[in-house]
């Protein structure tokens, strides 16, 4: 027979529905785990995925205009835009437009630096920031007028 006082070291021993509560408590966790780090990827390949676009767009933008001053207007107004269109919010942007081959045949390089903000993150633990850049390179038509005029000839 067993005694009184070895009633509770049994009790404690017994280890009947311990993988039950624990998976009870240990689930909710590492569900929690997996929707963090998958709302922490997903933004940061967004925002790379919308820049990328941003930078296809303004190069685009670039290649079609006359002079380099409006090619880089045209490429600064074109990725703002773009990522605005998109909800990418960055806390500063910048766009530089290499128009060295703005004539028939060369090509346009436009690069465009954004600072995403992660600021709405906060809560998730997610730093305030990081900065991404894309650059992409667009042809110019190579049937398109060397003229100022505006019209082909």
């Known amino acids: 027979m067993t005694s009184a006082a070895d009633q509770p070291h049994r009790w404690w021993r017994a ?13 909710p966790l590492l569900i929690m785990l997996l929707v963090f ?24 933008a670039a290649s079609i205009e006359r002079t ?22 960055c806390r500063s942007l910048s766009t530089t437009a290499s128009t060295g081959g ?11 630096v954004c600072d995403v903000d992660f600021g709405d993150a906060l809560i998730l633990g997610v730093p305030g920031g990081k900065r991404l850049s894309a650059t992409a390179i667009e042809p110019v038509d190579v049937w398109r007028s060397t003229t100022n005029t505006g019209t082909p000839s």
């Open 15 to 27: 280890d009947d529905g311990s993988v039950t509560s624990e998976i009870t408590l240990v689930v």
């Open 37 to 60: 780090v998958g709302v922490v990827i997903h933004r940061g390949v967004d925002a790379r995925i919308r820049l990328d676009d941003a930078a296809h767009q303004a190069a685009r």
């Open 68 to 89: 380099a001053t409006a090619a880089a207007k045209a490429a600064q107004s074109t990725a703002a835009a773009a990522l605005a269109d998109a909800g990418v919010t």
């Open 102 to 112: 703005l004539r028939p045949g060369g090509t346009v390089s436009v690069t465009v």
